[in-house]
């Protein structure tokens, strides 16, 4: 681990690059994507294409009038994702995850422009441009959000912005924390070493936690990451203690009972502070308009590509002979039992030896069509019957044998919770690379579980999207 240098910011300055200085960088980008927009869109509609297809009834208008339109639109839009912390630049975000932030901000920043030019008497602006608008602003600032993630990136690289992490705790969780740290600089984050017992082997301590005073100011801390295992978890007080008038941050990743796998709510009872630590993830009006478009698409998707499914059909019977299909048992929501329809991709005796058993990547019982169905993941579109029927959804953890859920739940804390809500065609674990043989039960457990504890309909849109790039990536996600 590094120690601070003369050459280094010092945790002020790092301070404010972090809180200010980027957080302007990325508004400026943003007001910049809002009025190339706003400009393109006024293009468009007064000189091509639009001015012959459309022409206006009046005069064209000054550019001047478009331009002002799109600042006001920008700095409008800015000071949104300022109330909402859309700039809170500590940690790179991943770019799917800012979509929805821009899409909110978007059509809450026109219309609040568009109420304040209703009262402006002066100067009639084109309807055409302000739709227009819309449509480009959205992917203006997802270029925006990454050119700065970029520049981001480059500035954390060369040390700009990172903030110095000391970790305090032992156990599994603090291991893990750890090794996530130690990824680089452009995670944002320098890990600099650990106060007290180190949770890794072979690393020498910067000192105890009543020492803390001084190695904040030794090694130019930002922030101490407080991950104690249960029995070590009434040392808390002592470390806050000594962390009293130091202007370093206190983060605590809890390890009891798996709470880090849940998203806490804070509930009353008679004016009483309570944690909810368990919810129904998928119920209200958000779960019948998942059910609605998991029957809407796959409907739609079923015919459109009915063409597609005989040509498969008609490979797998040329290659290998009957069945063309192949049906399994899974166990799905509440623990229901259902089956999978798949086109065969291997031998009829593929398990006659071996018992159910897990397939891997070049795995040799796959016959030559199969490899290929396998490959780009085709081998599992009759499995959209199954999503029309309402056994699956388009979106949640991957539904598993009932062999291995048995097995698994014997030794997995909470792995019986995947099934609170539907199996899907993709995950949150597949899009994210744990695939097969290529992760461990226990890894793709850990984002199911994080799936269902923080679904939402737009996360279910984030996976969709990344499923279709895994999938032309050639590394299937369902």
């Excluded at 949104?80 to 809450?108: A, H, M």
């Excluded at 740290?181 to 690393?203: I, S, Y």
């Excluded at 040392?235 to 130091?246: D, P, T, W, Y």
């Amino acid at each position: 681990m590094k120690e601070a240098s003369a050459k280094e910011p010092r945790r002020g300055e790092r301070s404010l690059v972090v809180t200010f200085w980027l957080p302007m960088m990325a508004s400026l980008f943003d007001v910049l994507a809002v009025t190339g927009a706003a400009l393109l869109s006024y293009y468009l509609r007064f000189h091509w294409p639009l001015m012959q297809a459309l022409p206006p009834h009046w005069k064209i208008t000054d550019t001047y009038y478009y331009l002002t339109f799109g600042l006001v639109l920008g700095v409008v839009y800015v000071a949104i994702s300022w109330s909402y912390r859309g700039y809170n630049v500590r940690v790179r975000q991943p770019l799917d995850q800012e979509v929805g932030r821009i899409l909110r901000g978007s059509v809450l920043a026109l219309g609040l422009v568009l109420a304040a030019i209703f009262f402006y008497r002066e100067f009639s602006y084109s309807r055409l441009v302000f739709l227009l608008t819309l449509l480009f602003m959205v992917p203006a600032l997802i270029v925006s959000r990454s050119l700065f993630q970029r520049v981001q990136i480059a500035l954390f690289r060369r040390g700009v912005g990172v903030q110095r992490v000391a970790l305090w705790g032992t156990g599994e969780v603090a291991a893990k924390l750890w090794r996530d740290f130690e990824r680089g600089r452009t995670q944002g984050f320098e890990l600099v070493g650990a106060v007290g017992k180190p949770p890794v082997e072979n690393v020498q301590p910067l000192g105890e936690v009543e020492q803390l005073r001084d190695l904040v100011f030794a090694h130019d801390l930002d922030l101490l990451v407080m991950a104690p295992p249960p029995e070590e978890e009434d040392r808390m007080n002592e470390v806050m203690k000594a962390a009293e008038g130091l202007t370093v941050e206190l983060l605590y990743c809890p390890s009891a009972v798996e709470i880090t796998r849940s998203r806490i709510r804070v509930t009353e009872v008679g004016g009483r502070p309570i944690l909810r630590l368990k919810t129904v993830p998928m119920a209200g009006w958000r779960y019948v308009v998942k059910r609605t478009l998991d029957f809407a698409f796959s409907a739609l998707f079923l015919l459109a590509f009915s063409w597609l499914y005989g040509l498969i059909a008609l490979a797998v019977r040329l290659d290998s002979g009957r069945p063309i299909f192949y049906k399994q048992r899974r166990v799905g929501m509440d623990g229901r039992e259902f089956d999978v329809i798949k086109f065969r991709t291997m031998r009829t005796d593929a398990e006659a030896k071996t018992g159910p058993v897990w397939a891997k990547g070049g795995d040799p019982r796959a016959t030559r069509v199969g490899r290929f169905l396998r490959r780009w993941s085709l081998d599992e579109l009759p499995q959209f019957w199954s999503v029309l029927r309402g056994e699956m959804s388009l979106v949640g953890p991957r539904p598993e044998r009932p062999h291995f859920v048995e097995e698994f739940s014997r030794h997995i804390p909470q792995y019986l919770d995947r099934h609170r809500v539907k199996s899907g065609l993709t995950g949150w674990a597949q899009v994210c690379g744990l695939r097969g043989s290529d992760s461990t039960i226990e890894e793709r457990t850990e984002y199911d579980l994080f799936y269902v504890e923080n679904w939402s309909l737009w996360f279910d849109v984030r996976i969709l999207l990344r499923t279709v790039v895994e999938v032309i990536r050639g590394r299937g996600a369902m």
